[in-house]
Each structure stands twice: as C-alpha cells, then as structure tokens.
C-alpha cells in the first residue's frame, strides 16, 4: 500500500529554517520522481521541488536558492531544507510521486512564518 507521511513542520519566525522529511512506502521508490507540493489557505496546491531517481533537482521560482531537495534511498526518505523563510511560504507541505500516478496524499505538514 501507497503511503506517504511528512513531519517536521511548524512555527518559525521570517529567516528561519526548517527541514522536512517525507517517508514514503512505495515499491519503485529508489527509480520513482518524488515531489514536494504545498498548499496555502485559499489557494490550489504547487508543486515547490522535484527530484528523480537520477538526482536531477527542479524547484519552483518562488523557493530557487532557498530550498534545497534530497533523498535517500536506503531509507525511502525525501528531504526538504528550507531557508530564508518567508511569510509567503506557509502552507501545508506533502511530498508524493508526480501528479499523473495519482498515487494517494498523506496528512502534510503545516509550516508557518510568523514574527
């Protein structure tokens, strides 16, 4: 069974960072593409950061030098690093596979920039 579960989210103050880490049970992970999406109140979900099983990174213009994706296959884990936090950047986060796998959505983890 398909799962993905997110953790690290929280509070943090613009500037700060945070790292999050998605655990995914899937079968084709070591050759799949794996994403991190968000989703801000009122607004449809993104895609921030890819990277393929080849290591090969895009990122959302909004997050470029800022974000950084990783993964480890030994540990079916995607990373993502966030620094220089912005307000804009709070949403709740999910990682999953490309969106045309339709594979199904964890819980996310909530991240919020606030003074």
């Known amino acids: 069974q398909v799962q993905f579960v997110e953790s690290g989210g929280g509070l943090v103050q613009p500037g700060g960072s945070l790292r999050l880490s998605c655990s995914a049970s899937?079968?084709?992970?070591?050759?799949?593409?794996m994403a991190w999406y968000r989703q801000a109140p009122g607004k449809q979900r993104e895609l921030v950061a890819r990277?393929?099983?080849?290591?090969?990174?895009i990122y959302a213009d909004s997050v470029k030098a800022r974000f950084t994706i990783s993964r480890d296959n030994a540990k079916n884990t995607v990373y993502l690093q966030m620094n220089s936090l912005k307000p804009e950047d709070t949403a709740v986060y999910y990682c999953?596979?490309?969106?045309?796998?339709?594979?199904?959505w964890g819980p996310g983890t909530r991240v919020t920039v606030s003074s």
């Open positions: 999953n596979g490309d969106q045309y796998r339709n594979l199904p």
């Open positions: 899937l079968s084709t992970f070591t050759i799949s593409a």
């Open positions: 990277i393929t099983g080849g290591y090969s990174t």
